[in-house]
């Protein structure tokens, strides 16, 4: 009973990182970045006698994206130049499984790992692979198997 309620708070919680990514990447931005055309429309443009009588919301939302599109752009591409690798390793500073599977790649190098760890290792990784439909990448050696009975443990 354990084990089924223990795949349906997964499933759950997986949903629930599906809801939240559709709702704040996609969904809000649309109406978000459409309100704020609105309401500069409104607030802004409008208030301006002399702007707010010649220019319609369509030309003035034509304008904004002839404006706001590339200038959006430039600051994205800053900010991907610039931000990421601070974002990145503040992330990695977090990721404890990123940290596990350096350190037992560290200790391969220095041949100190046990043959149990070695399986462990590659059933986690194998299952990843298995999920996310890219057994072509999959080990095939004859010390790899397939069942991992210890992913349980990184569900926590």
């Known amino acids: 009973m354990s084990k089924y309620l223990k795949i349906n708070q997964r499933f ?71 931000q990421y690798s601070v974002e990145n390793e503040a992330l990695i500073n977090q990721n404890w499984v990123w940290a596990w599977i350096m350190q037992y790649q560290v200790r391969l190098i220095k041949g100190k790992t046990t043959k149990k760890e070695d399986e462990f290792v590659m059933n986690y990784l194998n299952d990843i692979l298995k999920r996310t439909n890219k057994t072509e990448l999959m080990a095939h050696d004859e010390e790899s198997t397939s069942n991992s009975k210890g992913e349980e443990k990184f569900d926590k």
Do not use: E
């Not at 500069?40 to 030309?59: R, W």
């Open 12 to 82: 759950i919680r997986r949903r629930w990182l599906d809801f939240r990514n559709g709702h704040s990447i996609y969904l809000i931005f649309l109406l978000t970045f459409t309100n704020f055309i609105l309401i500069t429309y409104n607030f802004a443009i409008k208030q301006i006698p002399i702007i707010g009588d010649t220019v319609s919301l369509p030309l003035f939302i034509v304008l904004f994206a002839l404006f706001y599109i590339p200038v959006s752009m430039l600051i994205g591409y800053w900010h991907r130049k610039h």
